[in-house]
């Protein structure tokens, strides 16, 4: 028998969101970021449904860039960090990719490499968040260094904001960084917006947008409210079914470490799902799950391939009952908090085990 446990990949969800983001960002392009195998969902399959509304894709690794070469992308892809090794070079010629630049060893490296091939370049400008990134006052040097040594095909501009919530001051102060330095940076493409600069800082938009969490249905602020009313929805349900009942007493424990002691005389249900799956074990008792359209809370400790819940006030509960973990009606951003993350992390870390599955 195959075990019950699910992510239900909706791909209408997925175009529609797409579609949002355009009509928000309808001046801009828009790189799909494809990153960590789509967040989760795997590349193959989130490509072939966004491919025709999508103007580029964005990926972290060579490997994940030659997966969509493969498949049959011919548009643009670009590595958000560029290339770890020199290495790659060959193959990222080889495969047509545009580079993110943002280390003066990446830089010395590609003048080294001599290729009479041209290349697309985006400078990584550090505008702030001082992670990645060649600091504002640098970027002409940076510039003509790459026009004097280089055969580019066109230099692009690139940052990354720290902070994008609806009120976020902190965006303007990072593009009043660039611009300081930066006067006549309109003369470069620039993609400076992340997923939250796209739904509450337009004038953050430019030439390309980069939307990562909101193509797949869940806010970049972590709080579902947020991004509501944009139509949004998730693209990804994590779904099991219950796979044994018990009955408890006053008393009784359920699972590992004795966490949770019931009160009273319930019903419980065992999930096919752990975190061996890549559901949280941090997670709170107060976190529920769905089951027939009632929310059922867990109890105790989460194990490595089980979750318990409380059925009590669900009589329709029985084994092969579905169970809806996170989804639709169980927002992923709601679980994360209570496991103290984002739905990112979720996301990014539900085990290869779990099949993903196309609705």
Same mark, same amino acid.
């Given at each position: ?18 579609? !949002? ?61 560029? &290339? &770890? ?20 060893w990446q830089l010395n490296a590609l003048i080294k490499y001599k290729s009479r091939y041209p290349i697309n370049i985006y400078i990584k400008i550090n505008s702030g968040m001082n992670r990645l990134g060649f600091p504002t006052n640098k970027i002409f040097k940076i510039i003509n260094i790459i026009k004097n040594n280089l055969n580019v ?12 919530? !609806? ?12 611009? *300081? ?6 003369? &470069? ?117 089980? !979750? ?7 009589? *329709? ?13 169980? *927002? ?28």
């Amino acid at each position: 028998m195959v075990r019950p446990i699910s992510a239900i990949i909706n791909t209408n969800a997925l175009k529609n969101n797409l579609k !949002i983001i355009k009509n928000i960002a309808f001046k801009s392009k828009i790189w799909s970021v494809l990153k960590s195998d789509a967040y989760g969902h795997g590349i193959k399959n989130i490509y072939p449904f966004i491919n025709d509304n999508s103007d580029g894709f964005a990926v972290l690794t060579l490997d994940e860039a030659i997966l969509l070469r493969n498949s049959g992308c011919n548009k643009p892809i670009l590595l958000l960090e560029g &290339f &770890f090794n020199k290495k790659e070079l060959y193959l990222i010629y080889k495969y047509y990719l545009t580079i993110t630049l943002h280390s003066k060893w990446q830089l010395n490296a590609l003048i080294k490499y001599k290729s009479r091939y041209p290349i697309n370049i985006y400078i990584k400008i550090n505008s702030g968040m001082n992670r990645l990134g060649f600091p504002t006052n640098k970027i002409f040097k940076i510039i003509n260094i790459i026009k004097n040594n280089l055969n580019v095909f066109k230099i692009s501009l690139m940052t990354h904001f720290a902070e994008t919530t !609806i009120n976020s001051n902190f965006i303007k102060k990072q593009i009043n960084n660039i611009k *300081k330095y930066i006067n006549n940076y309109y003369y &470069f493409s620039c993609s400076f917006a992340n997923s939250g600069a796209i739904l509450w800082h337009k004038y953050a938009h430019y030439d390309w947008v980069r939307t990562g969490i909101i193509l797949y249905g869940a806010s970049p602020t972590g709080i579902w409210k947020d991004i509501d009313k944009k139509k949004i929805k998730p693209v990804m349900t994590l779904k099991s079914k219950i796979i044994s009942i018990q009955k408890i007493y006053p008393g009784q424990i359920v699972g590992y470490n004795c966490r949770y002691s019931s009160n009273k005389k319930r019903k419980i249900g065992i999930v096919a799902c752990g975190y061996a799956d890549g559901y949280p074990k941090s997670i709170k008792n107060k976190t529920f799950v769905l089951v027939h359209g009632v929310k059922a809370r867990i109890l105790g400790d989460i194990s490595m391939d089980m !979750i318990t819940i409380d059925l009590l006030n669900i009589p *329709k509960a029985k084994i092969g009952s579905s169970v809806e973990l996170w989804g639709d009606n169980i *927002k992923i951003d709601d679980v994360a908090k209570s496991a103290n993350t984002i739905g990112y992390e979720l996301m990014c870390s539900l085990s290869k085990r779990v099949p993903r599955i196309l609705k």
